[in-house]
């Protein structure tokens, strides 16, 4: 049933795009052409899942209180009972999220290109030149940061086992990509369209681009209160 | 003076919102109240000039090829700081309504664009003035926005209710119209004030004898300028 409500809730409900403000730069920019949104779209999809995999995991181990940290063993053997009992109880502090979190998505996007690139060249050629606009698409940096205010929908997830609640990461962080991905698409179908049509000319390119999103992100709020509908519905 | 110059640039000629069209998630999230989009204005400032005097001051130190993960170290580093600061002395209702778009200044387009087209070439000074001049445009356009999104959306100005001022039954005068509070509304307004501003450009254009030239947005052509370099990279 959790599994429900993430899909709807953010692929409907808070969508990044249209009701977030997530992700903007990349949404009008790349969205001219048809091909170049499904790339773009692919890419966003697949680095969000594992960027939500990778972020979670490193917070459980790293920056998060409590015995599994990393840290916490290392002092044990160090014999730093002190410094222990600080990271069982306070963990390391949880402003280091931000950096570190940006070094680990900046890093991977790096890596995937050079693989990408060395392995195939079919998939360089359709996802590679997209992948380092990603680093700094906030969509990414936004997911990750949601997930660790627990601000998604589904629950809890730190008070879960971690397994569950890794699984609940990145299944979010995927399905806000094909939330992203979505409405980009629909957006490029539309830009086609607008590229013939005829428009005043101080409106052409971004401004009625941004005017079309205010209806689309008019379409979505009709999308409000599902989840709770849904709730009701299938208890 | 190089130093007043690039203030002024930034805040009319450079505008980072209407004129080179970056950091649109922010503009748009933020400016519901005149409060929050102040607050986020100063963040991002501090954090634009801060990040741009210690760019330019060990600009020569970093090498070409990792300069980005350089440059957005340093920018984590300072939004970190920022958001600390702003936990501690911000009111507490703007920091829970900013969110995550505090830590996702990190990935804001106008503080790694600046740092890589102007603080990465040029002096501490004047690189400090940029800052300046780029944050006071981004604030200048953050306030016009949030003072339209707020007067008529929720009949307020920094929170002081306008509509009821004048009537003594506290009754409103005029009702807000309340979807401008919501994402549509900011969607709408902000196409419309880019077709204005692209109108007036035109206007001014066609007075001085120039042909219009298209806003430099750098994310417009990003896939294909990435395309290149990469492929630069290789030979």
Known sequence: ?235 | MEFLRQIKNGVFKENPTFVIMLGICPTLATTTTVKNAFFMALAATAVLICSNAIIALVRRRFPKEIRIPCFIVVIASFVTMVDLMMNAFAPEAVVKALGIFIPLIVVNCIILGRAEAYAAKNGVLNSIGDGIGIGGGFMLSLLTISTIREIIGSGSWWETPITTAFSGDKAALVKPVSVLTLAPGAFLLLGTMFAFFKWRRAKKEAKMGVEMVAAAVPWEVGPEKKKETTQGAEA
């Not at chain 1, 996007?109 to 906030?138: H, M, W």
């Open chain 1, 1 to 235: 049933m959790e599994l429900l409500y993430i899909i709807v809730g953010l692929v409907f409900v808070n969508n990044f795009v249209l009701a977030q403000f997530l992700g903007l730069c990349p949404f009008i920019g790349v969205s001219k052409k048809s091909s170049d949104a499904f790339g773009m779209g692919l890419a966003v999809i697949f680095v969000m899942a594992m960027a939500s995999f990778f972020t979670f995991t490193i917070n459980e181990f790293f920056i998060r209180a409590g015995g599994q940290n990393v840290f916490y063993s290392l002092a044990g053997t160090l014999g730093h009972a002190k410094a222990q009992k600080f990271i069982h109880e306070k963990g390391l502090s949880e402003v280091l999220t931000t950096g570190v979190f940006i070094l680990v998505i900046a890093g991977f996007v790096q890596f995937i290109e050079l693989v990408i690139r060395k392995t195939s060249r079919g998939l360089y050629d359709a996802l590679g030149i997209y992948l380092p606009l990603i680093t700094t698409n906030c969509t990414v940096l936004g997911v990750t940061l949601l997930n660790m205010k627990n601000l998604q929908p589904g629950g809890d997830w730190t008070k879960m086992a971690f397994g569950e609640g890794l699984l609940w990461a990145t299944l979010s962080g995927l399905f806000a990509g094909v939330g992203f991905s979505m409405v980009m698409m629909l957006m490029s179908g539309i830009r086609e369209r607008l590229a013939v049509s005829k428009l005043p000319k101080a409106f052409q390119g971004a401004p009625i681009a941004f005017i079309c999103t205010g209806m689309m992100a008019l379409a979505f709020l009709g999308f409000t209160g599902m989840i709770g509908g849904l709730k009701a519905n299938l208890g």
